[in-house]
Each structure stands twice: as structure tokens, then as C-alpha cells.
């Protein structure tokens, strides 16, 4: 299987995280990157995302609200929610149908073997 036909939304709003996490994603993924909620939703819009990956605290559009908004176009598409850990969070990650919630720092396996459950690859 050529995981480079999956496309993996990233968003993250702190530069340095974003260019680390999106260079080892590229590796196995074809991945599209953004820097808001805002930038997330349309970058969705416009492209065939199979699978979301995206903070929660960021300007413009919080990463929450960003899936909110994406669930009512498409409520099955997977998503990773990554943050340091706060129980409200997790509880807000999980009401989304198909989510999933990691906690900040996380491991970049720990990453990508949720990206290949989360696309029902392995």
C-alpha cells in the first residue's frame, strides 16, 4: 500500500513543532499544512483530506471549533487532536465522530501508528 495516496491536513499554529512534524508526516503521507483553524478549513475545503491532524489553541480559529465546522461537510473524515493534556479537551476531541486525542509532547511513532489506526491502515 502507498500511504503517499493518503492526504494528511496538519494544523499547528507554532512554527517550529509545524515544520518538524510536517517534514517526518511527509515522509509516509502526502500532507497539507496550516498554520490556523481558519487556514485548516480552507485548505479542507478545497482539497480531498482523508485524515486531520490539528491543535486546539491557535488565532484565527481555534482547532475545535475548526472541526466542528468540518464535521458538518464531511462528519467521517478522521481526526487527531494534539494538545497538552486538559480533560475538557479530550472530552471536546471525543464527542467528534472518528477522533482521536494525543497529548503534548508526543512521540512522532506514537504519531504516525495513530495515523495508520485512524485511517484504518493497519
Known amino acids: 500500500m502507498d500511504f503517499k495516496d493518503f492526504t494528511v491536513l496538519y494544523?499547528?499554529?507554532?512554527?517550529v513543532i509545524r515544520s518538524n512534524v510536517e517534514k517526518c508526516l511527509n515522509y509516509v503521507f502526502n500532507?497539507?499544512?496550516a498554520k490556523d483553524g481558519q487556514e485548516g478549513l480552507e485548505l479542507f475545503s478545497n482539497n480531498k483530506v482523508d485524515l486531520?491532524?490539528?491543535d486546539v489553541y491557535m488565532p484565527e480559529k481555534d482547532g475545535i471549533t475548526m472541526l466542528s465546522d468540518i464535521k458538518q461537510l464531511n462528519?467521517?473524515?478522521?481526526?487527531i487532536v494534539t494538545s497538552a493534556y486538559d480533560p475538557k479537551l479530550f472530552?471536546?476531541?471525543c464527542a467528534f465522530e472518528s477522533c482521536d486525542y494525543i497529548s503534548k509532547p508526543f512521540d512522532i511513532k506514537?504519531?504516525?501508528n495513530n495515523c495508520l489506526k485512524s485511517l484504518e491502515v493497519m
Open 11 to 15: 494544523v499547528e499554529d507554532e512554527g
Open 75 to 79: 462528519p467521517s473524515v478522521p481526526c
Open 52 to 54: 486531520i491532524i490539528t
Open 91 to 93: 472530552d471536546q476531541s
Open 110 to 112: 506514537e504519531l504516525l
Open 31 to 33: 500532507v497539507l499544512v
